[in-house]
C-alpha cells in the first residue's frame, strides 16, 4: 500500500511504525473473513481492511470525522485478523495509533469523555474498584436490567487476598500479577494458582507495589496514564527480577498481552526501556509454565468431566497460545466439548461491553450458543474480562481454567 503521510505525524515514532504496517497491508481482504464485527455488520468499515483505509485517509489528511471515530471504536482490537493475515500486517498496533490520532484530531463530546474518565478512575485501582462495586450492587434495584446485569455479584474476600494460610516459602520464586478487577471479583483465581504452584515447589509472590497492568488505560487512548502504571510495575517488580525470580506469572490472558508489550511500549524511555524488555521476556501465562507432566505428577484428574474451554482472544491471538490449555485439560482426562468459531471474540474485550453494548451482546450470544451447544457441565475461560462477560448471561458456571484444575487437586 502506497503512503503520503502529513508532517503532523511522518517523523514521529508513532508515524514511523504506522506508516511500515499500512505499507505491509495488500489489500487482501482475508481479514474480513475472521473479523467478529464484521461478521455481525458486513460494513467494510466495521472490519480491519475498512478500518485501514480510515487509518490511512485520517494519517495522510491530519483530519478525523466522526465517522472514522465511530468505525475505529466498534473494533474489539481482538486481533484475530493478525492471525489470519498472510502478510504479517500488524492491525492492532496500527488501531492503537489510530485510535490516539484521532481522539487527539477529534475530540470527543464531553459526556463521553467523562463516561471513559470513570471507568478509568474506578476500574484500575482495586480498592476504588471495590468500593463502586459495593456501592453498584446496593444500587443494583435501580439500575435498568441491562446494566445491572454486567454488575459482578461474586463474593470476594474482604481483603482481596487467598484463602489458606500461609504457605512455604521454596527456593524457586516467581512473581504473580494479582491485577485490578481479578483480584476484587474472582480472587480463587490467584488463590488456585498459589495452592498449585506451591504443590510443584514454586512460591508465588505479589510485589505490593504493583497494580493495574496499564491496559484500560491504554486502550482507551490514555497513553500517558497506561505507560505510568506500567513503571510503577517495572518498578515494583524489579528488586525481585534482580534477586532471581523465573517469571512473572500473569493469570489473566488480557493482562498479560500487555505486560508482554512493556518493552515495546516503553521502548523510547531511556529510564526504563531495558528494565521494560526484560519484564517482558519474563512474563508467563500459567499454561506456558506448567506442562501435562507436572499435573499428571500431582494426581490431578478430570475423570472425563466434559467441560467448554473458551479461548480468550487475548490467549489465542494475542499471545499465540491457542491449543495450550486445551491440551493440558485432555492430558488429565477432561472431554473438551467442541465450540463453533472459536476463534471469534466473545465481546468482553475489556471496557467494550459498556461502551459498545450492542455488538458486544450479540456478539456474547453467538459464543454462548457455541459453547453450550456441546452440552458441557461447565465452562472455562482463560481471562476475567471473558468470565464476567459471559457469566452474566449464562445458565451454565463458567470458570477460570486454574479453579477447575484447583479443585481437582483437592479431589
Known amino acids: 500500500m502506497q503512503t503520503r503521510l502529513a508532517a503532523f505525524i511522518r517523523d514521529t515514532p508513532e508515524g514511523k511504525e504506522a506508516d511500515a504496517i499500512l505499507r505491509a497491508c495488500v489489500h487482501c481482504g482475508f481479514c474480513t473473513a475472521t473479523c467478529p464485527t464484521y461478521q455481525l455488520t458486513g460494513d467494510e468499515l466495521d472490519g480491519p481492511r475498512g478500518r485501514i483505509y480510515l487509518i490511512k485517509q485520517m494519517l495522510e489528511t491530519g483530519t478525523a470525522s466522526t465517522v472514522t471515530r465511530h468505525h475505529l471504536d466498534r473494533c474489539l482490537l481482538c486481533q484475530s485478523c493478525e492471525t489470519t493475515c498472510p502478510s504479517g500486517v500488524r492491525y492492532g498496533r496500527l488501531a492503537g495509533i489510530g485510535r490516539d490520532v484521532a481522539e487527539s484530531l477529534s475530540p470527543r463530546p464531553l459526556t463521553d469523555q467523562l463516561k471513559r474518565q470513570a471507568l478509568r478512575w474506578w476500574i484500575s485501582e482495586p480498592a476504588r474498584f471495590r468500593t ?48 485490578c478487577v481479578q483480584s476484587v471479583v474472582t480472587p480463587n483465581v490467584n488463590a488456585a494458582a498459589r495452592r498449585l504452584f506451591d504443590h510443584l515447589g514454586i512460591s508465588l509472590i505479589a510485589a505490593p507495589e504493583a497494580g493495574c497492568c496499564g491496559a484500560l488505560n491504554t486502550h482507551l487512548s490514555a497513553r500517558e496514564a497506561g505507560l505510568t502504571q506500567m513503571r510503577r510495575n517495572i518498578d515494583a517488580w524489579w528488586p525481585y527480577i534482580e534477586a532471581g525470580a523465573d517469571a512473572i506469572l500473569i493469570t489473566a490472558s488480557g493482562c498479560g498481552v500487555m505486560v508482554k508489550d512493556y518493552g515495546h511500549a516503553q521502548r523510547d524511555d531511556p529510564r526504563y526501556a531495558d528494565k521494560a524488555r526484560r519484564v517482558s521476556e519474563l512474563a ?125 487437586i483437592t479431589r
Open 284 to 408: 508467563r501465562d500459567p499454561c506456558e509454565v506448567l506442562t501435562a507432566d507436572d499435573l499428571i505428577r500431582l494426581g490431578i484428574k478430570g475423570h472425563g468431566r466434559r467441560i467448554a474451554f473458551q479461548s480468550p482472544c487475548s490467549l489465542q491471538h494475542g499471545q499465540h497460545l491457542g491449543g495450550r490449555v486445551e491440551a493440558l485439560l485432555r492430558a488429565v482426562d477432561f472431554e473438551l466439548s467442541p465450540v463453533a468459531d472459536g476463534h471469534l471474540c466473545c465481546g468482553s474485550a475489556g471496557s467494550y461491553s459498556v461502551l459498545q453494548p450492542e455488538m458486544s451482546e450479540a456478539l456474547r450470544d453467538n459464543k454462548l450458543a457455541a459453547l453450550q451447544d456441546g452440552k458441557p457441565e461447565v465452562m472455562v475461560t482463560a481471562n476475567i474480562g471473558c468470565q464476567m462477560h459471559l457469566g452474566a448471561a449464562s445458565k451454565i458456571p463458567i470458570k477460570h481454567w486454574l479453579e477447575l484444575i484447583g479443585e481437582a
Open 132 to 179: 463502586a462495586l459495593k456501592l453498584a450492587n446496593g444500587l443494583r434495584p435501580l439500575v435498568p436490567e441491562r446494566f445491572a446485569g454486567k454488575i459482578p455479584n461474586r463474593p470476594a474476600l474482604a481483603s482481596g487476598g487467598e484463602p489458606g494460610g500461609e504457605r512455604k516459602l521454596h527456593t524457586r520464586k516467581m512473581l504473580l500479577l494479582e491485577g
